[in-house]
């Protein structure tokens, strides 16, 4: 597992949208939390997953008919400990915080940088 070379703010934005929602998301869930284009979600979540940080399985709960499938975004175990350290050290959490259990996204999420 490595580290990234270089961290954007919507690399974070996007990590943490995952952190946050430990189910998985897929990648318009993902676009409308961080408000990123389609682009940069994908682009990042590429980067994730090549860091070993994520991964990504089908969605097989309850396909919407006339709809292509969906790929569900999550972290790996030891990806969701990097992104914990990660939000800490640039303060988006504090140290003991686990996982906030909501939907919301904590600040500096936007629009693409």
């Known amino acids: 597992m490595r580290d990234p070379e270089r961290l954007t703010e919507p ?7 995952l952190w946050k929602h430990p189910p998985g998301l897929h990648g318009y869930e993902i676009k409308k939390l961080t ?6 979600v994908y682009n ?3 980067r994730l ?5 994520s991964d990504n399985q089908w ?14 975004h999550q972290l790996t175990p030891q990806g ?11 303060g988006r ?13 904590a600040g500096g999420l936007g629009g693409d940088q």
């Open 80 to 90: 969701r400990a990097k992104v914990h350290e990660l939000l800490v050290r640039v």
């Open 35 to 40: 408000k990123r284009s389609g682009p940069t």
């Open 93 to 105: 959490i504090k140290q003991r915080e686990q996982n906030s259990g909501h939907l919301g996204m």
């Open 44 to 46: 990042n979540l590429d």
């Open 11 to 17: 690399f974070i934005d996007i990590a943490e949208a």
């Open 59 to 72: 969605d097989t709960r309850n396909p919407r008919p006339g709809r292509p499938p969906r790929r569900i």
């Open 49 to 53: 997953r090549e860091l070993g940080w």
